[in-house]
């Protein structure tokens, strides 16, 4: 069975985990969003992402494996984004594409008209502009890091030019940590029938639900059927308390039953609703 300093350990980082995924999926900003040059989409400055990278990681990223290919009047490449998880200390890494293409001399205004002798002109490498790599091929790097950084979170802009986004949705969240240490508490004291009924009772995500579950013995400890009944008389009156007076008749005994932390969620719920 798993030990409370363990699994409280294990719960607190799984809420500082998903607390930091929170960061990496917040809106972006909307100050710092430019049109791209042909005024078909938006994104973000390579400055920007950068410099988000620093913050949110705390410096602690870099790049690896800049692979490029040129293919007719354009380079394309891929980039490999390294940046270190605050929160595990491991390293995460995420794969950037894209492609920019080779600036030629202007077209002649004698086949300006003539799409295919034009679309010929500007793949022919003879064409090509003195130094055209110079600004270019800095460019495909900072367009395969700033692409590799969409897959981090929304804070990168991970959604901005797409018509069909989801939303982050949490397993566990900062407010459902003191049930999950009441759930813990009634199993590691073999109150297994009050954790059942906590569980079934409560909004947690099905796959917490079912973990949690799948913890519990299949049998009824008789010895503490009297025990379980006071439990979840007490845990019932807790939730279906709708005033302070009503929630503090109960207050004497929520110690013996670890319910300090639930009952003390629930008396600032009432509090706040009473000062509205």
Not at 2 to 8: A, D, L, R, S
Not at 28 to 50: C, F, M, N, R, W
Not at 203 to 221: D, F, H, Q, W, Y
Request: glycine share 4%; proline share 4%; charged share 30%.
């Amino acid at each position: 069975m798993t030990t409370p300093i363990f699994q409280e350990v294990q719960d607190d980082l799984r809420v500082k985990l998903e607390n930091f995924t929170k960061l990496l999926n917040k809106q972006p900003k909307q100050e710092e969003l430019h049109k791209t040059p042909d005024g078909k989409a938006y994104h973000y400055p390579i400055s920007y992402v950068e410099m988000s990278l620093d913050e949110i990681f705390f410096g602690l990223w870099s790049t690896e494996n800049f692979k490029w290919s040129a293919i007719q009047n354009e380079v394309q490449g891929s980039i490999d984004l390294v940046v270190f998880h605050p929160m595990t200390g491991f390293t995460i890494r995420r794969t950037g594409a894209a492609s920019v293409q080779i600036m030629v001399d202007a077209t002649p205004e004698e086949i300006k008209n003539d799409k295919q002798a034009k679309n010929a002109w500007s793949i022919d490498v003879l064409n090509k502009k003195p130094n055209a790599l110079d600004m270019g091929f800095p460019k495909l790097k900072a367009e395969c890091v700033k692409n590799a950084a969409l897959s981090l979170g929304k804070a990168f802009g991970r959604d901005i030019n797409r018509k069909l986004v989801d939303e982050f949705n949490p397993l566990i969240s900062g407010s459902d940590k003191a049930l999950m240490k009441t759930i813990e508490s009634a199993i590691n004291s073999n109150r297994f029938e009050s954790a059942r009924s906590i569980i079934e009772s409560s909004k947690l995500a099905v796959e917490v639900k079912n973990e949690l579950l799948s913890r519990l013995p299949k049998g009824i400890n008789l010895e503490r059927v009297d025990s379980e009944k006071q439990a979840k008389r007490i845990l019932d009156h807790i939730n279906g308390s709708r005033s302070l007076e009503e929630l503090e008749e109960v207050y004497e005994h929520v110690r013996d039953y670890n319910y300090l932390d639930l009952y003390t969620q629930k008396k600032d719920e009432l509090s706040t609703s009473t000062n509205k």
